[in-house]
């Protein structure tokens, strides 16, 4: 559940900036699929590069400022690469500079964790 909560927080992360940021804006005319296309290079690398806590909740606040700076990073870069495949492809989005991937990963990250910390938290492991 925790991970669906994940995967739903990226995709709304995504499609959020998109609509909200006047300078992330599709290349072609179908801006759903563009969408979609950029959500699943998110989930990729989200997937591949875990940097989430554990439970949002119950995490120290340090941890989740160290762990939400690096995630906004994180982000920003996938918004450049994001860019940098649909110039490549002339299909998915077009992110107009640095700073607007810099604001559109902190609402991708944003949204995450909020989403991650609704509802019920993942219980501790025991050994």
């Not at 940021?21 to 990729?44: K, N, Y």
């Not at 944003?110 to 910390?117: H, S, W, Y």
Request: hydrophobic share 55%; net charge positive.
């Amino acid at each position: 559940m925790y991970k669906r909560r994940r995967l739903l927080g990226t995709y709304l992360g995504v499609a959020l900036a998109t609509v909200l940021l006047s300078g992330i804006t599709p290349i072609l005319g179908s801006p759903p699929w563009e969408v979609v296309l950029a959500g699943a290079v998110f989930l990729i690398a989200n997937q591949l590069i875990y940097s989430y806590p554990r439970a949002v909740r119950g995490a120290p606040l340090i941890m989740l400022l160290i762990l939400g700076t690096i995630g906004v990073v994180q982000d920003t870069l996938l918004w450049l690469l994001v860019s940098w495949i649909g110039s490549q492809m002339d299909y998915g989005l077009h992110v107009d500079g640095f700073l607007t991937a810099l604001v559109g990963g902190v609402v991708v990250r944003a949204t995450v964790l909020l989403l991650m910390a609704v509802g019920p938290q993942p219980t501790p492991e025991t050994s």
